[in-house]
């Protein structure tokens, strides 16, 4: 698969740019409805794709490898899909042929946010949902 087949499988839900949180002594990880601050909360994007490594060291790059071991990727993702060899939904845009069924199928994250520039870091435990969307 090329870069742009690659990056063709992001069906644009922005739950990977949800601030997470995680317990030190257990590991385990909580997701918040916090956002990046780079993601633009109306359309789903990233404000600099190109450059989101660089302005926020965090934000995690996917690859065939890192999306299987990746405990906090969704199951909806497609990138974790795909490593699990499973097909993609209904819904995803490669196969529905349309970008609006993934906030129609309640999987976008659209809505349901707060960016980090409107919250403070010490308050993000007040945020942790159980599920998002």
Not at 18 to 34: A, F, N, P, R
Not at 82 to 97: I, N
Not at 101 to 111: L, Q, Y
């Amino acid at each position: 698969m090329n870069e742009q087949e690659w990056e063709s499988l992001c069906d644009g839900c922005a739950q990977c740019c949800l601030q997470k949180l995680e317990d030190i002594d257990t590991g385990e990880v909580y997701v918040t409805q916090v956002v990046c601050r780079l993601l633009d909360l109306e359309t789903c994007q990233c404000t600099d794709y190109e450059h989101r490594s660089e302005l926020v060291p965090t934000c995690v790059t996917l690859s065939a490898k890192n999306a299987r071991e990746i405990s906090w990727m969704p199951t909806t993702c497609a990138y974790r899909r795909l490593a699990e060899k499973q097909d993609l939904p209904p819904w995803h845009p490669l196969v529905s042929g349309n970008k609006a069924t993934v906030i129609e199928a309640d999987i976008s994250i659209k809505g349901k946010a707060i960016s980090e520039s409107d919250v403070a870091e010490k308050d993000w435990p007040n945020y942790i949902v159980d599920r998002l969307p």
